[in-house]
């Protein structure tokens, strides 16, 4: 008696693909053997996901496997591509001309994330920044010292995110990624070195700068920027400014590995902000911000602020300079991440109106005494 019945192979090809495309690219192609039906299933599958876990961190076979997958799949169009191994010094290695095949597939999505010993300059496929249908394209290449990537140019005009990681990367990178992508509306740079001087779009939304080391002053001037992310070494000699952010909502500036305030340049620039998250290691540097402070602005739609940093009390008067120039603020919050605290007054003279604050949130360590420290000062210097 034979009442076993194959629902699976009785799919639609687009829910078998869709299926299929959840798993990797050896799964898939272990599929063949299954049946006739599915012999050549896995050739039409839109997402290819390259694990070198998947070959025991084999390289070299891992490396020929991914090979022979574009060497007999055909030309059907692939939608998504995630390659997760290595580039390695082989003949299966730096070439990555799979990254060329797949790239001539016109794929919507590429995610490279790859470690190598391959030092200095890496060269990815040139159809990788000509694919006329790319809208999301990844790359994060980890060895010692950053790779650098100079492509000759670049023509995405479709692409939309753009993820890259342990890079270095110079203005004449930058000048050609915006000029060659009309529609990249958000671009995340993470570990990287940054020789960039400008950063000018007017279509771009969304830029978070990462744990990126900076060598030179850079200019922002991105006005339909709305959520802006900035975590990088705060140093005199390498200022971010900021223009024209005029459609700006969300910003979050972090300087946990340095002592000091944010450059009041910077500051500045985030006045039409609504929400801003400050994550300070050590905001005990008031000299330099005393003398700035005449080139900031008053945040006239700031309704939510968050300070994050180890001392409060001393440096009371950075916290009252947004009381005082936010007068729509709603929620205030402080997380103060030290007990040992500094109990001396800030100066007197400091006042603000706080018409619309409703909330005032303090975080702190379980033994400090700071709320009650902060609430008298809030209370002594609200009108």
């Not at 798993?23 to 012999?39: G, P, Y």
């Not at 191994?85 to 794929?107: C, I, K, N, Y």
Request: hydrophobic residues 40%; aromatic residues 10%.
């Amino acid at each position: 008696m034979n009442d076993m019945v194959d629902w699976i192979s009785r799919l639609p090809d687009d829910v078998l693909n869709c299926i299929l495309s959840r798993l990797t690219a050896k799964e898939v192609v272990q599929t063949c053997i299954l049946s006739k039906r599915w012999r050549n299933t896995w050739a039409s599958v839109r997402v290819l996901n390259f694990q070198l876990d998947d070959f025991d961190n084999d390289s070299d076979r891992f490396g020929r496997f991914v090979d022979s997958v574009f060497e007999n799949r055909g030309q059907s169009c692939l939608g998504k591509v995630i390659y997760e191994g290595e580039f390695v010094d082989t003949s299966h290695g730096p070439s990555m001309q799979w990254l060329d095949r797949a790239a001539l597939l016109m794929p919507q999505a590429i995610i490279v994330c790859a470690d190598t010993n391959v030092g200095g300059q890496l060269i990815f496929p040139d159809s990788v920044f000509s694919c006329k249908s790319l809208e999301y394209l990844g790359l994060s290449v980890c060895m010692d010292g950053l790779s650098i990537i100079r492509p000759k140019s670049i023509a995405l005009p479709s692409l939309q995110t753009l993820v890259l990681e342990y890079l270095s990367l110079d203005d004449d990178f930058a000048q050609k990624l915006f000029l060659g992508c009309p529609s990249l509306e958000s671009l995340k740079l993470e570990y990287c070195d940054l020789f960039i001087s400008d950063i000018s779009s007017n279509v771009l939304k969304k830029l978070f700068l990462t744990d990126c080391h900076l060598y030179q002053h850079m200019r922002i001037c991105c006005p339909s920027l709305i959520s802006l992310s900035i975590n990088y070494f705060f140093n005199s000699t390498r200022i971010i400014s900021l223009e024209k952010m005029t459609s700006l909502v969300n910003a979050q500036i972090i300087s946990w590995d340095v002592v000091g305030l944010p450059d009041a340049q910077l500051i500045s620039g985030l006045s039409n902000a609504t929400s801003l998250k400050f994550y300070l290691r050590d905001p005990n540097s008031k000299e330099p911000w005393k003398k700035d402070i005449s080139k900031c602005r008053t945040f006239r739609n700031l309704k939510s602020l968050e300070i994050k940093a180890r001392y409060m009390i001393s440096n009371f008067d950075w916290i009252a300079y947004f009381l005082e120039h936010s007068p729509l603020l709603q929620k205030l919050t402080l997380k103060c991440l030290s007990i040992d605290e500094n109990m001396i007054d800030a100066k007197q003279d400091v006042s603000f109106l706080v018409e619309h604050l409703e909330t005032v949130d303090i975080h702190y360590p379980k033994d400090g005494k700071l709320p009650i420290k902060l609430m008298s000062m809030l209370d002594r210097r609200t009108k």
